[in-house]
């Protein structure tokens, strides 16, 4: 039988190494032989709509100025899920995450870009902002209007996951914040508010969208916390009549950021068209569009435009309720932190 | 009468049982069957029609749709050949030799089935991410392995390892070494032994771990998820793609590429039907 084992195992190799060939031949695709430049841009979940139309016009203007033809790659998932994967080696070009803190962690985690990446684009590096909104169902049925409401025994509250959603983050800053500002507001008031929130919150998706999709699909909840974009995606897109936005009196102002990924472009040397790709975020045609899909642009001019599409009320910043990401997260969202203290799953 | 035949009528008896038990347990598999197979395939075709028949095809030869279908073939022509040979190879040495750590490697086989996708997904960032063990290597001579091609082609290879493995090994244990000793006391080589005597007689073995290994390589959700960086139309394979249409709320898209997908496990059903039939030995 050892004769056997002989068997001329070399009359494999080729086979091996063709198919190790075969694997690693496409490992490099930055440069293609047109001239073509190619993006990738990072992002999370609820922008997908927006850099569809954004990639577009922008492909466009750089071909007229440059007479280079630019194509932009889309990922798109839980900002911090996104992140991470940056971090492990993801080359976007640029990101466009829902929170500067995800962005922090692409310093902190593997240099990929300076500490003082927000200083480096106008207003915090987000060229637009949002807010978090409710969504309910048609005719609004249990008379939800203010944050007070959410915290009563006969409402379900759908919202994602605070540790891995970054909207989550938002919605659940947005109701410490109202609370914490609110009439006799302290950190215990606050707190005592959230956890009463969270007794009302059935289950927690990962993400913003899986968030939309269990509340317009899967009919649960009666009130959605949302992106301000989200809910009006959902209610003048997708759902038509089926649901409506209610806009309480008070919110928090979320700076979704954008930043270069400096090691990734300067490795491929993309930055120039990196760069100006996020130069046209600010532009007057960004703004445009990005008015057009729900993000409140921060150009007067086109603020002043779509002032109608958006809803007045009083937004408090971050640093107001929270402090910094880098405490806001140690204090709210790491393990052992409060949200972990106040959320028990429920058994039923 | 004599006790035992009462015990055994007795026992039959409880064996058929009244009418009604009989056909309330046959009703709740029916009812489960349909539950749990025949609506979701239905409701799989109905949504992926809802927007008619040129929504449909127009959803399958996007260009991303097709981008993914490209990946998707990729991974499994380069997948299942792999495998069919790294399983032939292995299930002949464990089948036809008692060597140490023979039961270790049968065991090593089987991981694949043990772990949990994700995890396998994970495995692969920490070896081939930027912070994992060959991360920085990678970097500084510009290979990529996750979040491009390689690392969909490794994921679908480590979950489909095992198939072919699987299906082979009991069929050539259960053959004997016989045939293949005579051949080699004849006078051929180890090669043409195994060519001519092995394996024609393993052969509707392998054609169903190939079959199996195709489908899982197609449908792999949770390890390609991990390691794919969900680069619309790059690095997005079709039960991706589903989930990309899915959460773009083009419920339509999503279910045509998943008709796809379903086409295709009901393709391998019939295949594999086709197998067994073709493999008993009548």
New interface residues.
């Given amino acids: ?1 050892e ?6 195992v070399r ?2 190799m080729p ?1 091996a190494l063709l ?1 190790a060939v ?3 031949s ?4 930055d440069a293609s032989p047109d001239g073509t430049v190619t993006l ?1 841009n990072v992002s999370y ?1 609820p922008t ?2 927006l850099y569809e139309e954004l990639n577009a016009a922008f492909a466009k203007h750089w071909a007229a100025t440059r007479g280079q033809q630019v194509s932009i ?5 839980g900002s911090g899920k996104q992140a991470r ?1 940056v ?5 976007a070009d640029v990101v466009t995450l829902a929170l500067a803190y995800d962005v922090d962690m692409l310093h902190e ?2 240099q990929l870009l300076p500490e003082d990446w927000q200083a480096r684009l106008p207003h915090n590096s987000a060229p637009y902002t949002s807010t978090i909104v409710f969504v309910v169902r048609e005719g609004n049925p249990k008379a939800i209007r203010e944050w007070d409401d959410l915290v009563r025994k006969d409402v379900t509250v759908i919202t994602p996951n605070p540790k891995t959603s970054g909207g989550a983050r938002w919605n659940y800053l947005a109701a410490w914040g109202q609370a914490l500002r609110g009439e006799g507001g302290s950190e215990a008031r606050a707190q005592a508010y959230v956890e009463k929130l969270f007794r009302n919150v059935p289950v927690l998706d990962s993400g913003a ?2 968030a939309t ?1 269990t509340f317009a ?1 899967r009919g649960l909840g009666d009130v959605l916390l949302a992106w301000e974009s989200e809910a009006f995606l959902l209610t003048r ?2 759902g038509q009549a089926r649901f409506e936005v209610v806009v309480p009196s008070v919110s928090i102002l979320a700076e979704p950021p954008v930043a270069v990924v400096d090691l990734n472009v300067d ?1 491929k040397g993309t930055r120039a068209v990196a760069e100006a790709y996020l130069a046209y975020l600010y532009s007057e045609e960004g703004q445009e569009i990005a008015a057009r899909h729900h993000f409140r642009p921060r150009s007067e001019v086109v603020a002043a435009k779509h002032a109608s599409d958006f809803p007045g009320l009083m937004r408090f910043t971050l640093a107001e309720v929270a402090g910094d990401w880098r405490r806001a997260q140690a204090t709210h969202f790491a393990d052992g932190g409060l949200f972990d203290r106040i959320y028990a799953p429920r058994a039923d | 009468m004599h006790p035992s035949t009462l015990v055994l009528r007795r026992s039959a008896r409880s064996l058929s049982g009244p009418a009604f038990v009989r056909w309330g347990l046959i009703g709740a598999a029916v009812l489960l069957l349909g539950v749990f197979l025949i609506v979701p395939l239905v409701a799989v075709f109905t949504f992926a029609f809802q927007k008619g028949w040129e929504a449909y095809v127009a959803a399958l030869t996007h260009p991303t749709a097709l981008a993914a279908m490209r990946l998707t073939l990729l991974a499994a022509v380069i997948a299942v050949p792999f495998n069919l040979v790294f399983g032939l190879a292995a299930s002949w040495l464990i089948a036809r030799f008692q060597f140490r750590g023979r039961s270790l490697l049968m065991t090593l086989i089987d991981l694949p089935f043990s772990v949990s996708p994700v995890i396998a997904g994970l495995i692969f960032v920490l070896l081939f991410g930027r912070q994992g063990w060959l991360g920085p290597w990678l970097l500084d001579h510009d290979v990529r392995v996750i979040f491009a091609v390689p690392g969909i082609v490794l994921a679908t290879v480590f979950v489909t390892f095992p198939f072919v493995a699987r299906e082979v090994l009991p069929v050539m244990e259960a053959q004997g070494s016989d045939e293949e000793e005579a051949a080699l006391t004849l006078g051929a080589s180890g090669w043409r032994t195994f060519l001519t005597v092995t394996l024609p007689k393993v052969k509707w073995g392998v054609l169903y771990g190939v079959i199996l290994c195709n489908a899982r390589a197609m449908g792999e959700f949770g390890a390609v998820s991990v390691v794919s960086g969900h680069v619309r139309g790059v690095t997005t394979t079709l039960p991706l793609h589903a989930e990309i249409l899915y959460n773009e709320y083009d419920l339509a898209g999503a279910f045509a590429v998943a008709s796809l997908l379903t086409l295709l496990a009901l393709v391998t059903l019939v295949v594999k039907k086709f197998v067994e039939w073709r493999s008993q030995p009548s």
Wanted: aromatic share 2%; net charge positive; glycine share 12%.
């Fill in positions: 039988m004769r056997l084992a002989l068997l001329r009359n494999w086979l198919l075969a694997g690693c496409r490992a490099s695709g990738l979940d997908r709509e790659q889309q990922s798109h998932g994967s971090i492990e080696g993801l080359r985690k593997a969208r899986g999709t699909e897109e997708v490795r």
